[in-house]
């Protein structure tokens, strides 16, 4: 077995832009830049995994959380459920207070299915809130790196 070429999976469901990559892949900042930016340009990242309960467990979500932040996308990151899984998580592009389009404040958070059993988490991705996320944290167009 031999490591393939490394492409973004990215396609589009109902006007949403939605970018795919596996367990492991939470690990390279990289990959998930590529998927969310440039051509690509991801609304929601879809990260299904596997995380056993051993001691790479509690970063998980940290991790999660600053993926959808620093890239400004919704990340929806499924386990299995079962004795040593669980705990699948939701997060917004943003964490916390977002002033919207019309003036209001909007509070966002993460949403997680606690414990090992099985579970629905639902998203509704809202591209007008996704687009006064990244309005008010311009990540894309400060990072110099990508210009």
């Not at 003036?103 to 958070?109: F, R, V």
């Not at 993460?110 to 990540?139: N, W, Y």
Request: with cysteine.
């Amino acid at each position: 077995i031999t490591p393939g070429v490394a492409k973004p999976c990215v396609f589009d469901v109902a006007g949403v832009r939605v970018g795919l990559c596996i367990c492991y892949d939470l690990r390279f900042p990289e990959l998930w830049r590529a998927l969310a930016w440039g051509n690509n340009n991801a609304d929601v990242i879809l990260h299904p995994s596997a995380f056993v309960r051993d001691t790479t467990f509690p970063t998980w979500h940290q991790f999660v959380t600053t993926r959808a932040v620093e890239n400004g996308v919704y990340v929806v990151s499924v386990s299995f459920a079962g004795e040593y899984f669980g705990d699948s998580i939701v997060c917004p592009p943003w964490v916390g207070t977002v002033q919207r389009g019309n003036g209001e404040i909007t509070e966002s958070g993460v949403d997680i299915i606690k414990g090992t059993a099985e579970g629905v988490l639902s998203l509704k991705v809202d591209l007008e809130f996704l687009r006064d996320v990244r309005l008010q944290a311009p990540l894309r167009e400060d990072a110099r790196m990508y210009k």
